[in-house]
């Protein structure tokens, strides 16, 4: 098997390179750029489009952490979980159902339960403006990324449903008619390996460009697993895109993308735990179930970007989305258990579950100024998705009969914001977005008894929801360098059926209401020292009403409205250039939170809780990159880095649980190499949690000796090889 995915991954790597390899034009411009990029000096200025619009990141009125595709590179982000030790109160982990899945949670609310179709997300992830509704395959690994923003604070006016707390925006690369691309391959420990290959050039010249990239990954085994013999812990993920764009002359644009990812591995590897005991298997860091657990997830994206300039300075952009997700994963609840007279395990309860959605969306924007003192946009949102969810169980190795889930959602928005520049200085803008959604969910549940005792329930039931969040901001560009801005916005995430409570059909109909935030925001953003020294900081306040959050009844993941709650706290974040050629950054977060009031019959409520899920009180992440010349012609340079990021322990479940308390967490990476003069050689040595610092990242409560916990991954280290026109 392990020849198999080395002879992929090679294939690809060579492809990309003899593709590289035919462009010597290209080289030679690039290389030119790379010279004089090297020559500058101060820190680059980043681009967002957090707004809908083109700008610089130092005068946007909202809190983004923005990346570059180099500088994820630099400091060795390969993924969606990587990229969250870089960000000021954002948590992002693997979801316990499936791998491919991320628990994403921003200042203070989010979504655990990634792993079952019928619960959304408080965080929005999009991917070239397209919105993915499902958080299982949005554990991205980041191939052709131009940049990603990361936005915290409610973003519900211009970028749509259940957007409560952020948003994740992926903006990949795409075709402009220059020649461009870049391969690379990287081999490391635990049978790693990694290549990426991306190529665009124009195919038409004038009138079409296309881009076309590759990816594939493996990582081995790294859990004992005694019951079944061997190692666990191996994921293979691989995929590829390939994009056109009008690049012709005119005010119409045109841009399209195809992508496909498939991942497929051992699963999310969970730890049985008997509370107040050690592992039933014995050493920290042993999966113990007899049963393999799974993970299988493949993703079809489609989208198509239309645009037309009008004469009087008025922008139409079309936005169409397409995405089809079969998502599987397969656990067993109890982890296994010994036999007293044998020794050996057997299963408890095993879970499969397997899931397939179809998601289709639709956005027509119109923006424009006025007078040149106000920026405006103007929109409408259609989404339409169908999931269907199928849980197969089986108890004591008897088949149990399927529970089959059908949900059809189906949301409208017309949504507005304006920019007004009143005074030199000062800018006011407003903005609000309407909301009109449903469901609809039918299904068949069994009772969970053996035959000939099993009988199926039908259920099913109907929700709608109708929400507008308004914005209001005020800011103020008090000198060339320093920005300050307030905001108050409201977000709004719908509310949904309890629909992997498979085992109570009432339980299964007792839905779950709407939650929303009212957000205050204050913030600066500064440069000083001729731009070598960035500091940006802001205090926010989130009051959520009805917060959703999750909790075990059974075997079973129950989403309940706890209360109304209060998180704030400051953030900051800083990067120096103090010499050129080293770069030092820095991030941080204090977070303060409390229940204002507990809603009856909830987790929350009887534990009597005073601190809400996943909510850290310290996070911490500081770094540099540091280049030096070796000097003489062909020489080269070498290039280091390193980052160190904490978090201060946090608890996972409402209710407070031992099983649920996750202890405080430190990694450290770093990585060494070599660059060519031209920038467009690299060869990298890295690794990933250098000091194999091993913690657990999250846990669930089943009930009595069903407890689990997931674990970090060891430490990895790998050497990468790069080749960029």
């Known amino acids: ?93 693997s979801a316990l159902a499936s791998s491919s899945s991320v628990a994403a949670f921003i200042r203070g609310a989010g979504q655990a339960n990634a792993g079952f179709a019928f619960t959304d997300s408080a965080v929005g992830f999009y991917v070239d403006d397209v919105y993915h509704a499902r958080l299982s395959g949005t554990n991205l690994l980041f191939n052709d990324i131009d940049r990603i923003e990361v936005l915290r604070g409610p973003q519900g006016t211009l ?38 290959a ?25 859990y004992d697993a005694p019951a079944i013999g061997g190692k666990r812990g191996k994921d293979e993920q691989y995929g590829a895109r390939v994009g056109l764009a009008w690049i012709g002359d005119g005010p119409f644009s ?104 179809h998601q289709f969306s639709q956005e027509l924007q ?35 009969l399927p529970d089959t889930i059908h949900q059809v959602t189906n949301s409208y928005a017309g949504f507005g914001q304006a920019t007004w520049r009143f005074a030199p200085r000062f800018s006011l803008t407003l903005g609000g977005r309407y909301t009109r959604e449903t469901k609809d969910i039918d299904a068949t549940l069994s009772n969970g008894l053996f035959l000939p005792s099993q009988t199926l329930t039908a259920v099913g039931g109907h929700l709608s929801f109708t929400n507008f969040s308004p914005k209001g901001e005020i800011d103020f560009q008090a000198t060339r360098d320093i920005f300050i801005y307030a905001s108050i916005s409201r977000g709004f995430q719908s ?110 409520a009887r534990a009597n809780a005073d601190a809400l899920p996943r909510v850290s009180k310290w996070q911490y992440n500081i770094g540099f990159n540091a280049r030096h010349s070796l000097g003489g012609e062909g020489m080269g340079m070498l290039h280091a880095s390193s980052s160190l990021a904490y978090r201060s322990s946090y608890n996972v479940d409402p209710g407070l649980v031992a099983i649920s308390q996750m202890p405080a967490q430190t990694l450290l990476n770093a990585a060494v190499g070599w660059t060519s003069d031209n920038g467009k050689l690299d060869v990298t040595l890295s690794a990933d949690n250098l000091t194999n610092n091993r913690f657990y990242v999250t846990g669930s409560n089943y009930g009595v000796n069903r407890k689990s916990r997931l674990q970090n991954e060891p430490r990895l280290v790998k050497i990468a090889v790069s080749y960029k026109l």
């Open 1 to 93: 098997m392990r020849t198999a995915l080395s002879f992929k991954g090679l294939l690809l790597t060579g492809a990309g390179l003899a593709i590289l390899a035919a462009s010597p034009s290209a080289y030679a411009q690039n290389a030119n750029a790379a010279q004089d990029e090297a020559a500058s000096d101060g820190l680059q200025v980043i681009t967002v489009t957090a707004q809908r619009r083109s700008e610089n990141l130092q005068s946007t009125p909202v809190a983004v952490t923005a990346f570059t595709g180099d500088s994820l590179k630099t400091m060795q982000v390969s993924s969606v979980l990587d990229m969250a030790q870089h960000v000021p109160n954002v948590s992002f982990t």
């Open 159 to 196: 970028y749509g449903r259940n957007n409560l707390t952020g948003a994740v925006k992926v903006v990949r690369k795409q075709a402009d008619g220059t020649t461009f691309g870049s391969a690379e391959g990287s081999y490391g420990s635990r049978d790693y390996n990694d290549q990426k």
């Open 198 to 222: 991306t190529f665009s050039t124009a195919i038409a010249p004038d009138k079409l460009a296309v881009i076309v990239s590759g990816f594939h990954q493996y990582k081995g085994d790294y």
């Open 254 to 357: 045109a841009k399209a993308n195809v992508s496909y990812t498939h991942e497929k591995g051992d699963g999310a590897a969970q730890i049985n735990f008997t509370e107040g005991l050690k592992e039933t298997g014995g050493a920290f860091g042993t999966y113990i179930s007899p049963i393999p657990s799974s993970s299988f997830n493949e993703q079809i994206n489609a989208d198509l970007t239309l645009g037309y300039d009008f004469d009087n300075g008025l922008k139409l952009k079309a936005i169409t989305g397409y995405i089809r997700g079969d998502d599987r994963f397969r656990f067993d609840v109890y982890g296994g258990q010994v036999n007293a007279t044998t020794g050996a395990y057997t299963a408890g309860f095993d879970r499969r579950s397997d899931m397939i959605n």
């Open 366 to 400: 119109l923006s424009g100024d006025v007078g040149g003192n106000i920026q405006f946009i103007l929109g409408g949102y259609y989404f339409h998705e169908t999931i269907r969810q199928v849980f197969n169980d089986n108890v004591l190795g008897y088949q149990v």
């Open 495 to 604: 509310g949904g059926f309890n629909a992997s409570v498979v085992a109570n059909p009432t339980l299964f109909n007792t839905p779950y209401g709407a939650e929303t935030v009212t957000a205050y925001e204050a913030g600066m953003k500064s440069e000083f020292f001729d731009h070598h020294l960035r500091v940006n900081a802001d205090w926010f306040v989130n009051r959520f009403g009805e917060i959703q959050t999750n909790t075990y009844v059974g075997t079973s993941v129950v989403t309940q409205n706890a209360g109304t709650a209060l998180v704030h706290g400051p953030e900051l974040e800083v990067t120096a250039e103090p010499v050129h050629g080293l770069t030092l950054f820095g991030n941080g977060s204090l977070t303060l939170d409390k229940y204002l009031k507990l809603n009856a019959n909830t987790a929350a």
